[in-house]
């Protein structure tokens, strides 16, 4: 008889940490521990972010409580390895991206058939119901696919970057880049090389990737927060700041916005 989709250790995933090794109730413990920057980058983004959502949308608000929700469940899929966690880890990492999308997607590069944010908004969210529904499907693949749709946002930074000037936005997009490929070479790392990584006893690289794709989202969301501002509030005047310093190049980026009279040329 098939084990129930809600008992502990259903997933067909199981990641490279040794199971129930620190404790009886925890399926992979760092793995699940990790989980907690979630839970503190999501409500500091909100508050970080708050004057820029304000000018912009309250929406913005949704994309980081929804990655409080990814937190979430990533804890209780690592607590448990069951089917059902795995599913509701990845199909909330699908609806973040999808409302992240929604939200910050540059308006040049809509589909020639998307009149306005609102229909493409509706245009994302149907394909999002789509792959929620092949998620039930295909469940091994969810975790690659999602990875790949970094490849498109890389690819829209770059059609970006090219037409700014604004050193420190560059140096936003490299910083963003390059946390992205430590986070993926760690999650890849941890998928293929297990064996490796067990034998010189290192087996936390999931939980690395947790804490890495945690950073790189902050950057990278900070980064089309920036982008979208030069399209959608062309009346406001965005900078990148840095918690808690906000003079230096160091800790937590944000946008920070204020009114400008004059409109300004973009970046």
């Keep these: 008889m098939a084990p129930s989709m809600f008992a502990r250790q259903s997933s067909e995933i199981d990641w490279c940490e040794a199971n129930y090794l620190h404790s009886e109730y925890i399926a992979e413990y760092y793995n699940t521990v990790s989980n907690v920057v979630f839970f503190l980058v999501g409500p500091l983004m909100m508050y970080l972010l708050h004057p820029y959502a304000r000018s912009r949308s309250l929406v913005v608000h949704l994309v980081w409580l929804m990655f409080i929700v990814v937190g979430l469940f990533s804890t209780y899929y690592h607590m448990t390895l069951s089917y059902f966690g795995q599913l509701l880890d990845e199909l909330s990492i699908l609806w973040v991206i999808a409302i992240g999308y929604s939200v910050w997607f540059p308006r040049p590069y809509f589909p020639v058939f998307i009149k306005d944010r609102n229909q493409f908004g509706a245009a994302i969210f149907f394909v999002a119901a789509i792959c929620t529904g092949m998620s039930f499907v295909m469940p091994t693949i969810n975790a690659y696919a999602l990875n790949c749709i970094s490849f498109h946002i890389l690819y829209i ?100 916005i204020t009114k400008n009279n004059v409109p300004k040329k973009r970046c």
Excluded at 192 to 219: A, P
Aim: aromatic share 18%; glycine share 2%; proline share 4%.
């Design 157 to 256: 930074v770059v059609k970006e970057i090219r037409k700014c000037e604004n050193k420190d936005i560059h140096h936003l997009a490299l910083l963003s880049f390059s946390l992205w490929f430590v986070a993926i070479t760690c999650w890849l790392s941890d998928r293929l090389f297990c064996g490796f990584w067990k034998r010189i006893n290192f087996c936390y690289l999931h939980s690395i990737w947790h804490i890495m794709i945690c950073v790189t989202v902050v950057y990278s969301n900070t980064l089309f927060s920036y982008f979208d501002a030069q399209y959608e509030i062309p009346e406001c005047h965005p900078q990148v700041r840095y918690w808690p310093l906000k003079s230096l190049r160091i800790g937590i980026p944000y946008l920070d």
